[in-house]
C-alpha cells in the first residue's frame, strides 16, 4: 500500500495551494477539510448525531451543514467541539482508508488543518509542514476572506504554533515569498521523498 504524507499548516500558510501543485505533479491528494464537509451532508446517522449535539440550526432550511452556526456555536465552547470531533473525525478515518485502497500511487498526501494536533502524523509515514510568518499568513487570509487582522488573529491564537510544529515535522516549506518559489520548494520536497 501507497506511503502517505501528512500534509498542514496553519490558517492561510498555503496548505492548499501546495496541495494543488502536488496534484499537478501527478501525486492524488485526500483533502481531509473537504471530505469532512461532504460526509456530514451525507450521512443520515451524523446528521441525526450532531443535531442532537447542537441543535437542529446544525442543518439549514435545505438540509445542508450550515457550517458557519457551528463553527460560531463551537467556537468558544472546548467541549462541544470535542464532541463534534469525536462524531465527525472516525467517519473522516473510515472515508480515508476507502479512499486509500483505491491509490495506485507509491505516494499519496493527506491535507489534515489538525494533523499534529490530533496526532494524526503518526499513522503517516512522513509529515510535510507549510508554514509562513504570522503576519504573512494573516496579510493572505485578509486578501482572501475579506477578515479582519484581529479575526485572524484569534483564529492563530487557537493554533498550535508554528515553532511547535516545525518542531514536529518531517519536512518543512517555507512559504514567506511568492507563488513560484513555493512551488519549486513542493517540486524539490516531493521528489526527494523517499
Ligand atoms: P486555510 O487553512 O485558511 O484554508 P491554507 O493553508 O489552505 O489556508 P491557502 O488557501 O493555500 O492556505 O493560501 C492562503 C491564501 O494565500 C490564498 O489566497 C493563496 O492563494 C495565497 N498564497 C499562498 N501562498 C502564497 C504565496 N507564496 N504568494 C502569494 N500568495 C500566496
Same mark, same amino acid.
Given at each position: 500500500? &501507497?506511503?502517505?504524507?501528512?500534509?498542514?499548516?496553519?490558517?492561510?500558510?498555503?496548505?492548499?495551494?501546495?496541495?494543488?501543485?502536488?496534484?499537478?505533479?501527478?501525486? &492524488?491528494?485526500?483533502?481531509?477539510?473537504?471530505?469532512?464537509? !461532504?460526509?456530514?451532508?451525507?450521512?443520515? =446517522?451524523?446528521?441525526?448525531?450532531?443535531?442532537?449535539?447542537?441543535?437542529?440550526?446544525?442543518?439549514?432550511?435545505?438540509?445542508?451543514?450550515?457550517?458557519?452556526?457551528?463553527?460560531?456555536?463551537? #467556537?468558544?465552547?472546548? $467541549?462541544?467541539?470535542?464532541? *463534534?470531533?469525536?462524531?465527525? %473525525? &472516525?467517519?473522516?478515518?473510515?472515508? #480515508? $482508508?476507502?479512499?486509500?485502497?483505491?491509490?495506485?500511487?507509491? *505516494?499519496?498526501?493527506?491535507?489534515?488543518? +489538525? +494533523? #499534529?494536533?490530533?496526532? *494524526? /502524523?503518526?499513522?503517516?509515514?512522513?509529515?510535510?509542514?507549510?508554514?509562513?510568518? =504570522?503576519?504573512?499568513?494573516?496579510?493572505?487570509?485578509? =486578501?482572501?476572506?475579506?477578515?479582519?487582522?484581529?479575526?485572524?488573529?484569534?483564529? !492563530?491564537?487557537?493554533? !498550535?504554533?508554528?515553532?511547535?510544529?516545525?518542531?514536529?515535522?518531517?519536512?518543512?516549506? %517555507? /512559504? /514567506?515569498? /511568492?507563488?513560484?518559489? *513555493?512551488?519549486?520548494?513542493?517540486?524539490?520536497?516531493?521528489?526527494?521523498?523517499?
Amino acid at each position: 500500500s &501507497p506511503k502517505i504524507i501528512g500534509l498542514t499548516g496553519g490558517i492561510g500558510s498555503g496548505k492548499t495551494t501546495v496541495a494543488h501543485f502536488i496534484e499537478e505533479f501527478g501525486f &492524488p491528494v485526500y483533502y481531509s477539510d473537504d471530505r469532512a464537509k !461532504m460526509i456530514v451532508n451525507e450521512s443520515e =446517522d451524523l446528521k441525526i448525531r450532531i443535531k442532537e449535539l447542537l441543535g437542529e440550526e446544525a442543518y439549514d432550511a435545505n438540509g445542508l451543514y450550515d457550517r458557519k452556526f457551528v463553527a460560531e456555536k463551537v #467556537f468558544n465552547n472546548k $467541549e462541544q467541539l470535542h464532541e *463534534l470531533n469525536e462524531i465527525i %473525525h &472516525p467517519a473522516v478515518k473510515i472515508d #480515508f $482508508e476507502e479512499w486509500l485502497k483505491i491509490q495506485t500511487k507509491y *505516494l499519496v498526501f493527506k491535507e489534515t488543518a +489538525l +494533523l #499534529f494536533e490530533l496526532k *494524526l /502524523n503518526r499513522q503517516c509515514y512522513k509529515s510535510l509542514l507549510v508554514t509562513a510568518e =504570522d503576519n504573512i499568513r494573516a496579510k493572505r487570509v485578509m =486578501d482572501r476572506d475579506g477578515k479582519t487582522y484581529r479575526e485572524v488573529e484569534s483564529v !492563530m491564537e487557537k493554533q !498550535m504554533s508554528e515553532k511547535d510544529k516545525i518542531k514536529l515535522a518531517d519536512c518543512i516549506i %517555507h /512559504n /514567506n515569498t /511568492n507563488l513560484e518559489d *513555493l512551488k519549486e520548494q513542493t517540486e524539490r520536497i516531493i521528489f526527494s521523498i523517499e
